[in-house]
């Protein structure tokens, strides 16, 4: 009877517990990337951690790294990349928690009225923003990826704190799908 939305809100709690941690770090399956005093920390097991901060400057252990220009901008983009990444997961969080607030609230109008088709009709519409907010947060996952491999190709010292692998990428195109396929 009220299968699918109950499927929703077990999928929203883990969204609503990232949401209340408020954790601004990526987790990935070869390390982690935390932010942390206008920097972004690279950790990977093995290696000393790496850092990049807002201008586009690469500390391994606590040496400095000499980039090139090109190698600096994309250090650069990788930080923002990073900060984006870590909105996006906000964001998705904000609405995973919205969700499952709301469908939580619409049961008991459910209850009232006797008719489930309010809670599939709240999850539904719920479900969507959260799709959206997610599928955002792929792209972005997706981006950093391919920025993180081409830094390591030019720049053989950052080659390895490749944190996002593909994998990581696909697990999360793969979320989405799955999302969608709830609604």
């Known amino acids: 009877m009220i299968r699918r939305p109950f499927a929703l809100i077990w999928a929203a709690l883990p969204l609503m517990a990232l949401a209340a941690c408020g954790h601004n770090d990526v987790t990935a399956s070869h390390g982690s990337i935390s932010i942390a005093s206008n920097t ?12 990049i901060d807002s201008d586009g400057n690469l500390l391994i252990g606590r040496r400095a790294v000499a980039l090139s220009p090109a190698e600096q901008r994309l250090a650069r983009r990788y930080y923002r990349d990073v900060l984006h990444i870590s909105a996006a997961g906000e964001t ?17 109008s459910a209850l009232w009225h006797d008719n489930s088709s309010i809670i599939r ?9 959260v799709t959206a907010d997610a599928r955002l947060l792929c792209a972005h ?11 390591a190709a030019d720049q053989p010292a950052f080659a390895p704190y ?18 969608t396929m709830t609604n």
Not at 121 to 129: L, Q
Not at 162 to 179: A, F, I, P, Q
């Open 40 to 51: 972004v920390r690279i950790s990977v097991r093995g290696a000393p951690r790496a850092t």
């Open 121 to 129: 009709h709240t999850a539904k519409h719920g479900a969507a923003r």
């Open 92 to 108: 998705t969080a904000e609405a995973g928690g919205k969700l499952g607030v709301s469908v939580f609230g619409s049961l008991f």
């Open 162 to 179: 490749r944190v996002v692998r593909h994998k990581d990428v696909t697990g999360c195109l793969s979320g989405t799908r799955h999302l």
């Open 141 to 151: 996952l997706a981006r950093l990826e391919t920025l993180q491999n081409t830094l």
